[in-house]
């Protein structure tokens, strides 16, 4: 009976190591856009967390010939909120001098744990037919809960334009 228990242990231990192997070569595959036969919507649609975790983010030569110039997007570091005492907030903006057809912004809040990332928050915003900004602003109740690693991951959107960001602070709550 007990080697019955030792063959099924041996099994797990197997699959957790082929499991383990194969999360690390997914963030490898996620750095990847969406293919030129992707559609906006259906990039936008994809919520991939191996992505988000990763921080899929261009270098500044790609981001400047493919992201309009009139348009930036940001991260910007997760932070104690003054409006809401006892939140960690982040604020993910895109922002465009000039009309627009589509804006969009999306921000995942995570925290670091001793298992990996644990995710606290997700805000989106969207206009169409704009300029200015939108402003997605994920935030988590972490009153007590100590000293953690907090890090937010963006997705900006403008008309057929995409980009991702990230930022990360370290907070005493």
């Known amino acids: 009976m007990n080697s019955g228990r030792g063959a099924g242990m041996a099994r797990r231990l197997a699959v957790i190591g ?21 559609t906006l919507s259906q990039a936008a649609a994809v919520d991939d967390q191996s992505s988000w975790q990763s921080g899929a983010t261009a270098n500044a030569a790609d981001v400047a010939a493919a992201y309009p110039a009139d348009c930036i997007g940001v991260s910007d570091y997760p932070h104690l909120s003054e409006h809401n005492p006892g939140y960690v907030a982040a604020q993910v903006r895109t922002e465009c001098r000039v009309q627009r057809g589509w804006m969009y912004a999306r921000g995942k809040l995570y925290r670091d744990r001793w298992y990996g990332p644990q995710l606290l928050s997700t805000a989106s915003s969207s206009t169409k037919w704009t300029y ?42």
């Open 132 to 173: 200015g900004k939108v402003r997605a602003i994920p935030s988590w109740k972490c009153y007590g809960a100590g000293k953690y690693t907090y890090r937010i991951y963006g997705y900006h959107e403008v008309d057929d334009w995409y980009k991702y960001s990230s930022n990360s602070n370290t907070l005493w709550c």
């Open 18 to 38: 082929v499991l383990a192997i194969l999360a690390a070569l997914v963030p490898a595959t996620a750095l990847a856009g969406p293919s030129e036969n992707e």
